[in-house]
């Protein structure tokens, strides 16, 4: 069955649970707020839905119920290749189905006529300053394209209905998320590679495509499918899956949607990370004279840091206390394939002694390694080295999952989000200070 029927079966049987929960348990409690969770960024406050990854503090991730490994091993994966089809993985996000090969060659169908850009989002590209951070770029060539929403129009013609918005949306969503590969590819090589951009070749799967558009040989395709199905979702409180979310909330299309959640990916708390932990990792490479790093002048390194009163870069998370799966995904491969590439060294030696070091100073709450300590040496090692690119690398990925979270809320009839504020006399009042 095609992707669109299937995921409409699974909506027309899934929306009775969701209206049972809200008519029969609507008032039931889940959960209280405290103060320091409301100037802590909302941490922890049980207050969103997702359906589509849960994350687990001690397993990490979780795709539709599947941890990263059972992931990588049950997805179909281009002949001769390593990782999975990304067509593969969103079908999963989707549905809640591990697709079969013939599944994945119809959402690989559907996104090779898609991969096109028109030519006026290559000429908003190219009429930028050259020196617009891609992260801007990326976000200003996904707005652009809101003249060719499916969803808007939908609406703007009186059509638009509870029970069918999720089609027109699911329309803008397999337009897009091709397209995400081709703007990635294309702010690259304008921006870093002398402006030769490559044409899509829509033969190709999509982690192949985009290699194939980076103009990187084999196996960065793999590297490609990995690295966007290890980022595809992280449940939906984190910030570009929450912007995404909050601003299709107020029915706002997927191209405004997935261009709000690249803004949210832009900060350094959250998708900018893997550039500063890499920037980190050399910038030490460089103090130590590029030696073969030992266990003593890492430990030494990292215990000055924190004498320095400054984190450790890509250890710790917010909800996870464990090592991120995400980040052993990548281990995995670098162990296979680049074992001696220097800065593999020094992420690996960095994994074997930093988690004791955070651990003895005992503040992190987390000393194990998240997903950005690992993922841009590989980008490095394959010749991605521009810190800058990273970050869009993560939302091409990223929109995998937010796409399929935004699908699901029109199908489901998620409500425009809408929290309630209170001011500071307010808490004080309500702690009992006044
Ligand atoms: N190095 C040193 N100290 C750390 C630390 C680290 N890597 N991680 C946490 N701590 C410290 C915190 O700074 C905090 O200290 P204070 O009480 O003095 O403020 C204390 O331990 C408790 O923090 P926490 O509750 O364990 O961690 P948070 O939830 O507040 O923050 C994170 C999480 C990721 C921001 C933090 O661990 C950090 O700054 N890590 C380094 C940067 C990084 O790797 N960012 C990528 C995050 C990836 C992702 O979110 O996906």
Known sequence: MALKDVLAKKIDEFRPRVVKLLKEYGDTKVDEVTIKQMYGGMRGIKCLVTDISYLDPQEGIRFRGYTIPEVLEKL?????????????????????????????????????KRYELPQYVIDILRSLPRDTHPMSMFSAAVVAMQRESKFFKTYDEGKLDKMTAWEPMYEDVLDLLPKMATIGAYIYRMKYKNDTPIAPDPKLDYGSNFAHMMGIDEPYDDVARLYFLLHSDHESGNVSAHTGHLVASGLADIYYAVSAMIDGLAGPLHGLANQETLKWIQGMMKDLNYQEPTREVLAKYAKDLLARGQVIPGYG????RQTDPRYMAQREFALKHMPDDLTFKYVSGLFEVVPDILKAAGKAKNPWPNVDAHSGCIQWHYGVQEYDFYTCLFSIGRAFGVTSNIIWDRA?????????????????????IK
Do not use: N, W
Not at 317 to 320: M, P
Not at 412 to 432: F, H, Y
């Open 76 to 112: 179909p994966k281009p002949a001769g290749k390593e990782e999975p089809y990304d067509e593969g993985q969103f079908y999963l996000l989707l549905t809640g189905d591990i697709p079969t090969e013939e599944d994945v060659a119809d959402v690989q169908a559907e996104f090779s």
């Open 412 to 432: 489901v009839g998620q409500a425009i989000e809408r929290p309630k504020s209170l001011t500071t006399d307010m808490l004080e009042e309500i702690a009992g």
């Open 317 to 320: 998370h917010a909800v996870l």
